[in-house]
Nanobody, 125 residues
Framework: QVQLVESGGGLVQAGGSLRLSCAAS????????MGWFRQAPGKEREFVAL????????AYADSVKGRFSISRDNAKNTVYLQMNSLKPEDTAVYYC??????????????????WGQGTQVTVSS
């Protein structure tokens, strides 16, 4: 069982930056692939980024590639999402998610077992 708590969301102007954090409970954090998803009003939840259990492999949605960076600190049971050059279309509730495993291209929400409560990111134009 893993419990996830996101933080770091807020209001930022277009072109600005935010760093989201997701703190996980449990002793086996290093055995989980971690992902970030987002959901804008009236839209489906969409994949943003993922990172393998050891932090070696990452993957990004095309819409954020080159602007966002995912990382993790297994000693702190925390995964991060650094978001740069933010755009109004990045406005959404951002969720972190976890699934047991070491690596893989898990870009669909149903592939993850555990979810945080979400943190709001609003980018003004």
């Amino acid at each position: 069982q893993v419990q996830l708590v996101e933080s770091g969301g807020g209001l930022v102007q277009a072109g600005g930056s935010l760093r989201l954090s997701c703190a996980a409970s449990g002793r086996t954090f290093s055995s989980y692939v971690m992902g970030w998803f987002r959901q804008a009003p009236g839209k489906e939840r969409e994949f943003v980024a993922l990172i393998s259990s050891a932090g070696v492999n990452t993957a990004y949605a095309d819409s954020v590639k080159g602007r966002f960076s995912i990382s993790r600190d297994n000693a702190k049971n925390t995964v991060y999402l650094q978001m740069n050059s933010l755009k109004p279309e990045d406005t959404a509730v951002y969720y972190c998610a976890a699934r047991p495993g070491y690596s893989g291209t898990y870009s669909r929400s149903w592939e993850y077992d555990y979810w945080g409560q979400g943190t709001q990111v609003t980018v003004s134009s």
